[in-house]
């Protein structure tokens, strides 16, 4: 509100304005009282409603709230779960045409059960699947959020084929729905990855939310669409899979486009080894935009060649080791590093052949694992290079680490912790005088 003058009267002007205090307001009226009563309104009622529907489906305080990425993976993820849906309404009438749904032969108490065994076989294979690979969704999730959906092709697949293969009807329906229990676990899992980073202002529900009204938005038309295409290619198999492939071809290539669009910060075994290994030959810190387009988005054995040596230095260290698993030898190894091992330290590094272990203290904190695994990464690469020497990758943490945590920070990475399978197996170490050991 603001008074302006006018002769020997002032005049007030009441202005609105409208927007959440976290995004950019705008000027919908302006009422002032001289000589009478005004009122001219700035925005058109069109334009306050469309801002209204708006609001279901972005973030509040969009775009300043979300991550620069939001937009073009939230595009592409659109996208993708539109052929989706379209593809569940061919592979879901392929099914029930299997179950026997229209046929005067079928009996309830036999699609029934059909479809409970199919619902089972898929709860159970999400419990095993989560068994499995629970811990390790978070560190990959952009290769996970893949495979979910790749996984889900394959589930669709086997409904669609369920009808030409009658003999052996409920085994390829309940391995299609056991495809899809996986990627239940795993969308899921990353997804809720996904928006924490996302969330630039503590809004991660409010990204959910309007997550869940896109997908709804989404739904709706895909489905849609679907039954239209259901309709028009029913009893024209060659059709139904044109239809069918060509979507799931676009939706792969959607998947793709949506995992790489992605730039996060956060640190995981592969990130950090890039990063690590750029920086000690050049001695500078790679964006995480950069980083992005170099990081794998499938798992490492499908990878590209060119990434073969940072692939081998992963596979070469075991984060957590098993002390009990250790030969003779490599145990009084291991208690010579405890006795020679700066008490500071909260991990010790012993080599089994061409793996190195890495064994954690039972107090280490997420600051010590992601140390660790740092360290266990300068030993591997100088195992690469000449002579394995402990004292060589202590030097370099020595002089080198600190650095690289601080460009690393300065860089836009996240350093608290690194992305991890949790550790199970720990270790403690106590020093003893010789005349106390009996005691």
């Known amino acids: 509100m603001e008074t302006r003058e006018n002769g020997n009267e002032g005049v007030t002007i009441l202005e609105e304005w409208s927007g959440s205090p976290s995004t950019q307001l705008f000027k919908t009226a302006t009422i002032s009282a001289s000589p009478s009563l005004s009122v001219y309104r700035s925005a058109n009622r069109f334009g306050h409603v469309w801002r209204r529907v708006l609001q279901a489906f972005v ?210 075994f592969e990130r950090i080894c890039i990063l690590l290994k750029h920086f000690i030959e050049t001695g500078r810190v790679l964006s995480p935009e950069q980083v992005s387009y170099m990081e794998h988005v499938l798992p490492l054995w499908a990878t590209l060649w060119k990434s073969k040596n940072a692939k081998l230095l992963i596979k070469n260290i075991q984060l957590g080791s098993r002390v009990s698993s250790l030969d003779h030898v490599e145990m009084m190894d291991l208690l010579h590093s405890a006795r020679s091992s700066n008490k500071k330290a909260k991990y010790l590094l012993i080599k089994r052949k061409h793996i190195i272990n890495v064994i954690m203290h039972k107090d280490a904190t997420a600051t010590d694992v992601l140390q660790s695994y740092i360290h266990a990464l300068v030993l591997g690469n100088f195992m690469n290079g000449s002579k394995a020497l402990h004292s060589e ?41 010789l005349d106390e050991k009996h005691d």
């Open 393 to 433: 990758s202590l030097s370099w943490m020595d002089k080198h680490y600190e650095v690289f945590i601080q460009k690393l920070k300065s860089a836009g990475w996240k350093t608290e912790r690194l992305l991890s399978p949790s550790i199970t197996w720990r270790a403690n170490w106590i020093s003893q005088p």
């Open 59 to 268: 973030p509040e305080g969009f775009p300043s709230s979300v991550t620069s990425d939001y937009v073009s993976f939230q595009v592409w993820d659109t996208l993708q779960g539109l052929s989706t849906y379209i593809r569940t309404m061919l592979s879901t009438q392929a099914l029930l045409s299997a179950i026997g749904v229209g046929e005067k032969s079928a009996t309830v108490i036999g699609a029934t059960f059909q479809w409970f065994l199919r619902d089972l076989t898929g709860m159970l294979g999400g419990v095993l699947f989560t068994c499995y690979q629970g811990s390790n969704l978070d560190s990959n999730a952009k290769m996970w959020r893949l495979v979910a959906d790749l996984m889900n092709d394959l589930g669709m697949l086997m409904d669609l084929l369920s009808p030409l293969f009658p003999s052996v009807f409920i085994l390829v329906v309940c391995l299609g729905s056991l495809s899809r229990s996986f990627t239940g676990v795993a969308s899921g899992a990353t997804r809720a990855a996904l928006t924490q980073h996302f969330a630039l202002q503590d809004n991660a529900a409010d990204i959910s939310a309007k997550e869940g009204s896109q997908e709804t938005m989404a739904t709706m038309i895909g489905m849609a669409i679907g039954m239209l295409l259901a309709h028009v290619t029913m009893g024209n198999p060659l059709a139904i899979w044109f239809s069918f492939l060509s979507l799931t071809i676009f939706h792969m290539y959607a998947n793709y486009r949506a995992v790489r669009c992605l730039v996060l910060t956060s640190l995981n």
